[in-house]
């Protein structure tokens, strides 16, 4: 039987791989949880006015299966939207308005933009639609040991090329034109990844269904998730960094010490089976590996800073060509890719709690407004935006990777039973995704650890799962 099992970092990747662990293995597995920061990682709060705001990571798709498994297992609740309009700026005008009436919406998305809309949702809907497989094949007990093969067991091939292509490139092929991408495709992207058009199709994809389908929040916080989880598994928790995992081999087995320090000094402790989650990267983190050379030396890549300003203050209306504040309806401002405009996105956000008598702060009373940028903004920015403020707090993250480059996926298993979570943000970073990966890192090691390996990267998944029912 497998005895003790570790997991580095308990954000969400960590507290979901630490659940599937124990459901897939038992619940007579123990489970340490290493962590320096805090439980929630990336999934943080800030607190304006006594209340919490999400500062990242905040809108979950609809059809995030795992992620609404955990809501309902945790007894928590989904936050209901609070409706508002968004329109994309170009630094001089807004080149597209949401109003109202969805009809009218669609209408003048016809009026610029010809049947560019109608292409994107079908490539959306058929990347998505060969996606939600992954749920029947984890259902079925299969894992896969490479993010390629995974890849290929939803979409074939075609899914593997989608992490090698810009999202540009895939959309100008199905008939989309340039000036769609330009207004449209790159706000959206700039928007959730703070990036350009050149990301990859895939993480593309991702990132435009959730901005077209509906989606939702955990109310009280996304990060209950991860704490919520910890607690369900009786995971011990240990508040320190990893530096490395050395490996030892005990009858026939390898054994994994695994090196930490803490607030008390260093310490090390032995497990079976270790599940890496946070980023093994050179900028990122300074782990060492001893007594083996895990396969992820020539991993290239680099992480996008971005900068969250959660700002409270009074917007000014007139930079976005509203001298009137009470007449600017837009609650969402979305960007083109224009050189001189120094932010991304901006939106009126809502706390993290909403009570059932909750409304949106009138465009020309103060509001907590979240700012998306790469670089933190300074006095003369703050002051385009805003007429006058009362706080400002700001984070800054090296939260996605550097999309542009094309290269090869980082590897999962790296080595017997020692794995590798984050690399699956290199093929598109969301709650969900990260969920799926969990499930297939804890599928795996099972599989792995049972010698089950026709559970393992089996091809024509779709035909067998079939049968099997």
């Given at each position: 039987?497998?005895?003790?099992?570790?997991?580095?970092?308990?954000?969400?990747?960590?507290?979901?791989?630490?659940?599937?662990?124990?459901?897939?293995?038992?619940?007579?597995?123990?489970?340490?949880?290493?962590?320096?920061?805090?439980?929630?990682?990336?999934?943080?709060?800030?607190?304006?006015?006594?209340?919490?705001?999400?500062?990242?990571?905040?809108?979950?798709?609809?059809?995030?299966?795992?992620?609404?498994?955990?809501?309902?297992?945790?007894?928590?609740?989904?936050?209901r939207e609070v409706a508002g309009k968004s329109a994309i700026f170009s630094g001089e005008h807004f080149v597209l308005e949401e109003t109202d009436w969805y009809l009218l919406n669609l209408f003048r998305l016809w009026w610029h933009y010809g049947i560019s809309f109608l292409r994107l949702q079908m490539w959306v809907e058929e990347v998505m639609e060969k996606f939600m497989r992954i749920y029947k094949y984890q259902a079925h007990g299969y894992a896969f040991s490479s993010l390629e093969e995974l890849l290929r067991s939803l979409g074939g091939e075609a899914f593997v090329n989608m992490t090698q292509r810009s999202v540009a490139e895939s959309l100008l092929e199905v008939g989309v034109t340039q000036r769609f991408v330009d207004d449209v495709i790159a706000a959206v992207l700039r928007s959730s990844y703070g990036q350009s058009v050149l990301v990859p199709a895939f993480a593309g994809a991702m990132s435009l269904a959730g901005a077209q389908g509906s989606t939702w929040a955990v109310e009280g916080g996304n990060k209950l998730v991860c704490s919520g989880l910890l607690k369900l598994t009786k995971a011990n928790v240990i508040s320190a960094r990893v530096t490395g995992i050395s490996l030892h081999s005990s009858e026939g087995r390898a054994l994994y010490q695994v090196h930490y320090e803490s607030t008390e000094g260093q310490g090390s402790a032995f497990y079976d089976l270790v599940v890496v989650t946070t980023p093994l990267h050179p900028s990122r983190s300074n782990f060492t590996f001893d007594g083996f050379d895990p396969p992820i030396a020539d991993f290239p890549g680099a992480f996008q800073p971005s900068v969250t300003s959660v700002v409270h203050g009074y917007l000014n209306s007139s930079y976005f060509g509203f001298p009137d504040p009470k007449l600017f309806p837009f609650t969402s401002i979305l960007t083109t890719d224009t050189p001189d405009l120094f932010f991304h996105a901006m939106d009126n956000i809502c706390p993290v709690n909403i009570s059932a008598a909750f409304r949106r702060k009138q465009p020309q009373e103060a509001a907590v407004w979240r700012v998306l940028s790469r670089q933190p903004l300074d006095k003369q920015q703050l002051k385009t935006l805003f007429r006058s403020y009362y706080s400002v707090q700001v984070s800054e993250w090296q939260t996605y990777p550097r999309y542009d480059a094309a290269r090869a996926l980082p590897p999962v298993v790296l080595h017997e039973n020692l794995f590798y979570l984050s690399g699956v943000e290199w093929v598109a970073s969301s709650m969900e995704m990260t969920a799926v990966a969990a499930k297939n890192v804890a599928l795996l090691a099972y599989n792995r650890w049972h010698q089950e390996l026709e559970k393992i990267d089996q091809k024509d998944l779709m035909h067998k799962v079939k049968t099997e029912l």
């Open positions: 039987p497998l005895s003790p099992a570790a997991v580095v970092g308990a954000g969400l990747g960590g507290s979901a791989a630490a659940y599937f662990l124990q459901q897939h293995f038992g619940p007579q597995v123990q489970l340490d949880v290493y962590e320096a920061a805090g439980v929630g990682g990336r999934l943080a709060t800030v607190t304006v006015n006594k209340q919490q705001y999400e500062s990242r990571g905040a809108s979950i798709h609809a059809l995030s299966l795992h992620m609404q498994d955990f809501v309902k297992i945790l007894g928590l609740k989904q936050r």
